[in-house]
């Protein structure tokens, strides 16, 4: 009886498809056009930069694309004082993929630890509150006091600007659980092992990929500034000894391919989101 | 028992409550939510727990579950004594609680995934139990695309999926329209003619109660303890036309009867307290 009913509402989609079929000149869908407008928009500045860098500006500050990509394939093929620029990207993700897996097991760690346990999360909040508000990059010198001129301390610098954006959203996701659905686990009798496995993380994962987004966006900072302190290769050593040698045309190769890595890493993790969260697309008709 | 998994549908057994009380410290003084209870239910008894707002139908219910410890008593099921919630249990909430990050197929295996079942096994079962309950086109669905109705028969295929020996339904029934809940109501009493499975089931509605079960038990408010305990002696199976029989009738004034005054004082004690 109430089936049929439900099911009429199921079929309730054709007559949007109608909708659709009747407007036949509206090729795009609203979000294919913004993506095209903005893709129309990225290479219309990058004309507009060409034309003013080969006319108007002064390349010594900026110089136009062409110039740019010309130096970005001297560089992969020989590069500055023996290292091609494909091994400063492999020495900066290294470096990059380390701090972030040690940020993600040491930042994943405390904050379930801190959403689980009220002790643990009275004794840490106020260090993590602190530590949190500071800008932990200022304390990269000590680190490189620390650890030296090295992969070492290129690996730590980034682990500490990544953990604190993943400490706190692990534990804000940890502690946001819905206890009903908890308390419908515990009722089959769920272990607390299982608990965390099936409902504690699933709900979690929102708040996780945007612990991720943002530890990512800090490490590239991270990675940029510590080797600017000194290292053997990497994109922020690139980005220096550009500068110390007045080749902007090499220090916009450094800048475009860390917005490059910046803007992939986000992407990525905008479209896992939607692939996570395809379910919660489903509540938002009700 | 159990053709999935030997560890699930395990024996079961006739459940005994003996001076059951609980008291809950939530702000300046202790609640007594039940208060010395005494029940034996046999195995395989469909039982009606009715009783004003308040009267700890509900903490009893998840007593038995061992979602809860007891201040004081015991409880026993086939001389076993309940410490955790366990296979042999399987509790239906009065809100669905679906996962809604999972399909519904997903959903229903949720109890059989944490009792080690395979995946395939249990999704194998899940499909069979939602072709019963008139959601098989919905398997792949999540929660959040089907109506209150349907996620709550969902949430009965879920309970049902570990072949439990004692059912406890918690007002499952409450927020659905009147044809979708006699719909369940006699779903749930053919399953219960297949399985012989002891139901404990809390209900406002006192035919309901009288509709379904074996003996309806009605409890006391603040305080909870039971005030009465009624047979009913119906004949069964039980179709919906026996609800405009005379005996049918004389049951539920019975029923009503102890209920009533229970309902009153329970709100005197609301107007004094406020809305709990």
């Known amino acids: 009886m109430s089936s049929t009913q439900l099911d009429d509402d199921e079929t309730g989609l054709v007559p949007i498809r109608g909708l659709e079929g009747g407007s036949r000149k509206r090729i795009l869908t609203p979000s294919k056009r913004s993506a095209v407008i903005g893709i129309c928009s990225i290479v219309g500045v990058f004309i507009l930069w060409q034309v003013l860098g080969m006319f108007v500006l002064n390349p010594l500050f900026l110089p136009p694309p062409t110039a740019i990509w010309d130096r970005f394939i001297e560089l992969i093929h020989t590069g500055v004082r023996g290292v091609t620029l494909g091994q400063d990207i492999i020495a900066s993700s290294q470096a990059y993929f380390a701090g972030l897996a040690l940020a993600i097991v040491i930042g994943g760690a405390v904050g379930i630890a801190m959403a689980a346990s009220r002790v643990i999360r009275d004794i840490l909040d106020p260090w993590v509150a602190v530590l949190n508000a500071t800008p932990t990059i200022a304390l990269a010198p000590i680190f490189i006091l620390v650890f030296g001129l090295g992969v070492t301390s290129k690996i730590a610098v980034c682990a500490l600007v990544m953990v604190f954006p993943i400490l706190v959203n692990t534990y804000s996701g940890f502690s946001n659980t819905d206890a009903s659905l908890v308390e419908a686990a515990k009722s089959f009798g769920a272990s607390n092992r299982q608990i965390y496995a099936k409902v504690k993380l699933p709900m979690a994962i929102p708040y996780l990929i945007a612990a991720l987004r943002l530890a990512a966006a800090h490490g590239l900072v991270g990675i940029v500034i510590s080797e600017l302190f000194g290292a053997n290769a990497g994109i922020g050593l690139l980005i220096l000894n550009s500068a110390n040698t007045f080749d902007s045309r090499g220090l916009f190769v450094g800048i475009i391919i860390l917005g490059a890595a910046g803007t992939i890493i986000t992407y990525g993790l905008l479209a896992l989101e939607r692939h996570l969260g395809r379910w919660r697309r489903s509540e938002n008709g009700e | ?276």
């Open chain 2, 1 to 276: 028992m159990s053709q999935i998994n030997p560890a699930l549908g395990a024996p079961g057994g006739d459940l005994v409550v003996r001076r059951l009380t609980k008291v809950f410290q939530t702000g300046d003084e202790p609640v007594v939510a039940l208060d010395g209870i005494d029940l034996e239910v046999p195995e395989g008894q469909f039982v009606g727990l009715v009783g004003a707002s308040g009267s700890g139908k509900s903490t009893f219910l998840r007593l038995v579950d061992g979602l809860t410890a007891p201040t004081e008593g015991s409880i026993t099921i086939g001389g076993e004594p309940v410490t955790r919630p366990g296979a042999d249990r399987g509790f239906v909430f009065q809100q669905d609680r679906m996962l809604p990050w999972r399909t519904v197929v997903d959903n229903v295996i949720l109890g059989l995934e944490i009792n080690g079942v395979k995946k395939k096994v249990a999704r194998a079962k899940a499909r069979e139990l939602l072709q019963i309950v008139g959601l098989g086109k919905f398997e792949q669905s999540f929660p959040g695309e089907l109506s209150g109705g349907m996620r709550q028969r969902a949430n009965l295929a879920r309970a049902y999926a570990i072949e439990p020996r004692i059912l406890l339904m918690d007002e499952p029934y409450a927020a659905l329209d009147g044809q979708t809940r006699e719909m369940m109501q006699s779903w749930l009493l053919d399953m219960w003619q297949e399985r012989q499975a002891t139901v404990l089931f809390v209900t406002h509605q006192i035919d309901e109660a009288v509709y379904l079960a074996d003996r309806v038990v009605v409890f006391t408010s603040r305080p909870g303890r039971i005030k009465a305990d009624i047979t009913i002696d119906l004949p069964r199976p039980r179709t919906l036309e026996i609800k405009r029989t005379q005996a049918f009738a004389d049951y539920v004034n019975e029923v009503w009867a102890h209920i009533e005054e229970e309902v009153k004082e329970s709100m005197r004690l609301e107007m004094e307290h406020g809305h709990s």
